[in-house]
């Protein structure tokens, strides 16, 4: 008797981690129940023809803030036009709050709003009152906890004192840490002299978060992480210096994982300059060659996830920059600038695309295999993507409520055509057809 599928994808290139495949996709209910070559279309409620686009396991931004301009229904709404299917976002701890109290509210208004399946990380803003609570965050599905290093002036920074205790804790009930890696001393004191100085905030920016403190704080993180046994995570790398102390920690053999974003492959300086407190991000942008040495950390496997940082703050392009909030919007252009900038500019390969939107992104964050991947039992989670299809990208055809793209202009080659989730449609050739509300909490393993 011949197997029956609600929808079969027939005539696409199958893209995975180990390579491209002409395979056909077969879902039942909500997940992928065949992946093979010619599957009869006889056995569907459903055909799609994608005329040999490619199929990727659905995008994985494990980097988002649902919390200034864009909730989180319009973070995912955003995400979900720029081929994203799962978010974990930062569920922020301020003070005077717990941890249970952020998740609780984090869980409810996804689950009331999201039009995507959503995860969660923890954000810590009061470390040395907060971290007690690490145990209870655990309960909801919650293994990831995020703090500064940075940001003393903005009443963030956390103490290497307590940085020790809170890894310490995460270690012994089986989580990961979370840093955001730079010197926030230094950095505190170069931006006062360069004011005393006169120096005009926007020329200061970059001298006064330099890549020397990253790398330094990044190295200090992994030592910590190293002591504790704590695995360790280091988002938005920006610069070539980050990456030797990630690349010597991996070598030894140590949990240490690292995103970086597209803004820090493919923005410089010189956007800064152009863009003014609208590309007021931390860390800063910085230089072609840094640029060029992240894209050779992702080949070289010291960097394992591409993400957005999704922050979008409402700005003005001429306002007082040294007042302006950090972050932009950047979950709308994850994909499509990833996959132009490094698939057609021979950076990396397609396989090597997949990995770091989607596979390691679930395998880091414990939705491996229900997520990341195209395998039979696997979540329907699909994006079917249209290579040569042009477009331009600009603030007014964004979703993001901030109004903006740093990439402003920019002529990308290749879009999302059709996008699932578990199977629904989530985006139909240039139609949102999902719905908020639709998407699931996920507990993170």
């Not at 055909?47 to 199929?55: A, F, H, N, S």
């Not at 505190?188 to 790398?215: H, Q, S, V, W």
């Not at 803004?263 to 407190?277: F, G």
């Not at 909030?325 to 997949?354: F, M």
């Amino acid at each position: 008797m011949a197997e029956e599928f609600d929808l079969l994808l027939k005539d696409g290139i199958v893209v995975t981690g180990e390579g491209l495949f002409p395979y056909d996709v077969a879902v039942r209910g909500e997940k992928i129940a065949r992946v093979a070559p010619q599957i009869p279309g006889r056995s569907a409620k459903e055909i799609l023809d994608v005329d040999g686009k490619y199929i990727f396991p659905g995008v994985i931004d494990v980097h988002s803030h649902p919390l200034y301009e864009d909730d989180f229904e319009t973070t995912s709404l955003t995400a979900a036009w720029g081929g994203t299917t799962t978010l974990i976002h930062f569920a922020y701890a301020f003070p005077g709050q717990t941890a249970g109290e952020a998740i609780e509210k984090a869980i409810s208004e996804g689950s009331r709003a999201s039009y995507l399946d959503f995860g969660l990380h923890l954000g810590l803003f009061q470390v040395e009152k907060q971290y007690p609570n690490i145990p209870d965050a655990i309960r909801f599905g919650v293994r990831t906890f995020k703090m500064f290093m940075t940001y003393a002036k903005l009443g963030r920074f956390t103490s290497d004192y307590y940085l020790t205790a809170s890894f310490d804790l995460i270690a012994k009930h089986g989580g990961m840490a979370m840093v955001h890696a730079e010197n926030g001393l230094a950095t505190d004191y170069l931006e006062d002299k360069f004011n005393r100085e006169g120096i005009p905030a926007m020329d200061a920016f970059t001298r006064m978060r330099p890549a020397a403190l990253e790398e330094e704080a990044i190295h200090r993180a992994i030592a910590i992480a190293e002591i504790c046994g704590c695995p360790i995570y280091i988002p938005h790398v920006s610069c070539a210096r980050g990456l030797e102390p990630i690349a010597r920690a991996k070598r030894r053999g140590q949990k240490v994982f690292a995103e970086t974003c597209p803004q820090y492959l493919e923005l410089t300086e010189k956007d800064l300059h152009r863009w003014k407190a609208l590309a007021k991000i931390g860390p800063p942008l910085r230089s072609r060659e840094d640029n060029e040495a992240l894209w050779k950390g992702i080949s070289e496997g010291v960097l394992d996830v591409v993400a957005s940082d999704h922050a979008p703050k409402a700005k003005k392009i001429d306002e007082d920059f040294f007042n302006a909030a950090y972050g932009s919007p950047q979950a709308e252009t994850l994909l499509n600038v990833t996959y132009d900038a490094g698939c057609n500019h021979n950076r990396i390969s397609l396989p090597k695309l997949v990995q770091v939107l989607s596979e390691n992104p679930a395998r880091v964050f414990g939705l491996y295999p229900r997520k990341g991947c195209l395998r039979e039992g696997s979540d329907a989670d699909l994006v079917v993507y249209d290579p040569s299809a042009p477009h331009t990208l600009t603030g007014k055809t964004q979703h993001s409520k901030a109004g903006y793209t740093l990439f402003e202009g920019r002529e990308c080659l290749g879009k999302p055509w059709i996008t699932f989730q578990r199977g629904r449609r989530v985006l139909d050739r240039m139609k949102m057809t999902a719905r908020p509300g639709e998407g699931k909490y996920l507990r993170l393993a």
